[in-house]
Each structure stands twice: as structure tokens, then as C-alpha cells.
């Protein structure tokens, strides 16, 4: 039997119960895209509750005071292009020391000219959203004819001015057979990372069928598949740690998983389009250990504090109190940072220290931020390498 390789899933640096590992900041809901899954329901006028250059400068503030190394500062929205402060305020990010990327949407706002102003201004990556592989099919997701175009354009704008580009994928049950075809796009056309999003029923994704838990664990054995050739994660899909973890001891094995009929569709369409041939990735890039409120901080266009952005429980307000204080010492994110306080088969989980599930997603249907993940499929203690994935499991958590 082989040796599975020490890190097979990564932890911050620092301790997350001290400062978080990235902050993402809505600068606005200003958005003329429609998404079917929109999580801030945009509106395409700017909300006039919306924090001001002043409110975000004191939020970038906050976000320094964390301390070195600084958090990842995210720009999202809406479509944060709408602010015309925005290149100021990447600069200000920039001048105090923050690594700042930027997350546009897909509209007519998405120009190399736009780009290249927030990269001479400090950014250092964008992130776009492809939900679609044709353009039909994105879309008719965005719900404005032109997006996918744009989208291709921005990002090969985005590439060449050296800019790194995440491209972000919303997973839903329409487009669960696409996502073989996705993967194959964003290995063609190059991404620093592609990021998959598990569906959380908040905003407008309330109106959205829910991915079955079999079906999540499909996506995600296929995610892990894919690891191989693209660096790959997932957003609210916190058991592609359990994943990695499973993987790694049934790969020192020699054995494989045996998963659902859709990861054998998905894993099929992916052959027939060469996505695991040629070029192989050196190293496997690993999961990070960061969930809402443990190492992530979302806030809100008007200065709200969330665990995520997908989880609409407030802890506070940046202008009432230090973000540093509602996120070391709130009740909602030492909460949250207490794997012992799951319930259900959550809390029953082996792996609930290292996964712990979407809180976003137990919260979204159960209205309790505790509660089990509908989403996961593994029932606890069912691994049948137990000792191996322990050892496995502590040796990573060091």
C-alpha cells in the first residue's frame, strides 16, 4: 500500500479564530443581469443604503487591522464595475497592504479599458462567472442575451493584461450534465483556479431545484477527477474536503470509489472531450479548510456582517463595531467556529472538523445554522478505512 501525500488539505496560516482568511466586500446590488440563482437579487439602480467611498475605505481599514497577513479583500456585488469609485478604492486596498481582486459580472461595464484600470491600480485577480459551456445556455442562466461574449472577451482581456482569473460555476440541476464541457472550456481557454458552486437556496436561488445529496457527491468525485488537470475547488460544497480525504486513503489503496451513474456520464463525456489528456498538473491543488464565519467574513453593501454571503444572519454592523471585534468575538461566528455544537449527522460526522458542512445550506432549509447539510450524501462512520483516514485526518489538521 502507498503513502497518501501529507497535505491533502490545507489550513490558513494564521488561526482563523483570529482573523479570516479572505474578506469578500459587496460594494454594491447594482447588477442589469437577471441570474436565476442571485443570491443579492440584484436591481439595476444602486441602493442609496450602500456604503459610500468614506464606509468603504473604514471597511478596507478594518480589513488591515487583521493584522499581516493581511486576508485576502475581495470587490464583489452586484457588479462592482457600477461604482465609478471603484478603481480608487482598489488602490486604497492596495496602499494598505491588502492583495485586492475584483469580481465583475458580465455586462457591457466588462472592457479591457475597465480592466487594465483596476490592475494599474493594485488588483491582482478577477474572478468570472461561467455557468454555461455555449453561449444559449449561459445566457439563458444570466438572463440577458450577450453575457457569455462578454464574459469570453473579459476574460482573455483579464489573461493578457496578467491578471489571475478564477472562473466561478454555479451548479444546479439543469446544468448538471454541462459541467463536463465547462471543464473542458476552462482548461482550454486557462484559469488560475475554477471554483464550483453547490447551490444554496437564499435570493433568487429559492426559486431553484436543489441538488440531490447523491448527485452532490457525483460533482464532487468528478471535481476530485478533475483536480488532476485544472486547480479546482468548491464554494459551499465543504465535503469536497471529505472527498479528498476518502480519495487520497483509497488511492494509497489502489482502490477507487464507486460512485453514482452521473459521475460515470460526466466522467465519459469528460474522455470523449480529451479533458484528462496531455499535460497533467504537478501536484494536486488541496482543499482549504475554510468555512462561513471560520476563516471567511462576508460584507454587505450596507455594512453588515455575514458568516457568508450566502447566509443572511447578521452578526453586526461595520459602522456599530470593529469588524475584527464582530468577527473574533460575535455569538453567531464563535458559534460557527465550534464543530461540537453540529447537530444531526453533522455533528455524528467524523469528518465534522475538517467539513462541518454549509451552514449556509442547514440554515437555508432547516433555518437553523446547526442543523445537518441536505446536501451530503455520506452517512458518518460508514468509511471502511477508519484508522488510516484518522492518522490521515491529524496529520493534515497539524
Not at 473579459?154 to 466561478?168: D, F, P, S, Y
Not at 498538473?281 to 464565519?293: I, L
Request: contains cysteine; aromatic residues 6%.
Amino acid at each position: 500500500m502507498n503513502r497518501p501525500p501529507r497535505t491533502v488539505v490545507r489550513t490558513p496560516r494564521r488561526a482563523v479564530a483570529e482573523r479570516p482568511f479572505i474578506v469578500i466586500w459587496e460594494a454594491t446590488r447594482a447588477c442589469p443581469l437577471v441570474c436565476l440563482h442571485c443570491r443579492a437579487e440584484a436591481r439595476t439602480a444602486r441602493d442609496p443604503r450602500e456604503l459610500d467611498g468614506a464606509g468603504a475605505r473604514r471597511v478596507m481599514d478594518q480589513v488591515a487591522a487583521f493584522g499581516r497577513p493581511h486576508p485576502l479583500f475581495v470587490i464583489t456585488g452586484g457588479d462592482p464595475f457600477q461604482r465609478a469609485d471603484l478603481t480608487d478604492l482598489v488602490a486604497y486596498g492596495t496602499s494598505l497592504g491588502l492583495r485586492v481582486a475584483v469580481s465583475p459580472s458580465g455586462t457591457p461595464t466588462l472592457t479591457r479599458d475597465a480592466l487594465a484600470a483596476v490592475q494599474g491600480a493594485g488588483a491582482v485577480a478577477v474572478s468570472l462567472s461561467l455557468d454555461g459551456s455555449t453561449a444559449s445556455r449561459h445566457d439563458a442562466f444570466r438572463g440577458v442575451p450577450g453575457v457569455w461574449d462578454r464574459t469570453l472577451e473579459g476574460w482573455r482581456a483579464a489573461l493578457a493584461l496578467g491578471l489571475k482569473v478564477q472562473i466561478n460555476t454555479t451548479v444546479t440541476r439543469d446544468g448538471l450534465e454541462d459541467l463536463a464541457d465547462i471543464a473542458a472550456l476552462v482548461r482550454r481557454e486557462g484559469a488560475m483556479l475554477w471554483s464550483v458552486f453547490v447551490l444554496v437556496p437564499t435570493g433568487r436561488g429559492e426559486r431553484l431545484d436543489a441538488l440531490t445529496p447523491d448527485a452532490v457527491e457525483d460533482v464532487l468525485h468528478f471535481l476530485h477527477d478533475c483536480g488532476a488537470v485544472l486547480a479546482t475547488k468548491t464554494t459551499e460544497g465543504h465535503h469536497f474536503r471529505r472527498i479528498a480525504l476518502q480519495r487520497a486513503v483509497l488511492d494509497a489503496r489502489g482502490e477507487r470509489p464507486a460512485p453514482g451513474p452521473l459521475y460515470g456520464r460526466l466522467v465519459g463525456r469528460a474522455a470523449r472531450l480529451g479533458l484528462f489528456e496531455g499535460e497533467r498538473r504537478a501536484v494536486r491543488r488541496p482543499p482549504m479548510d475554510v468555512s462561513a464565519g471560520r476563516g471567511f467574513v462576508f460584507v454587505s453593501h450596507t455594512g453588515e456582517v455575514h458568516p457568508s454571503g450566502f447566509l443572511p444572519l447578521s452578526a453586526g454592523n461595520v459602522a456599530d463595531r470593529p469588524l475584527t471585534e464582530i468577527y473574533r468575538d460575535s455569538d453567531l461566528f464563535t458559534t460557527l467556529r465550534d464543530p461540537s455544537l453540529l447537530r444531526g449527522r453533522c455533528g455524528a460526522c467524523e469528518f465534522k472538523a475538517v467539513c462541518g458542512g454549509s451552514r449556509s445550506r442547514a440554515y437555508g432549509f432547516t433555518r437553523d445554522v446547526l442543523e445537518a447539510d441536505p446536501a451530503c450524501a455520506y452517512e458518518p462512520g460508514s468509511f471502511p478505512y477508519q484508522e488510516e483516514l484518522r492518522a490521515l485526518t491529524e496529520s493534515t489538521m497539524r
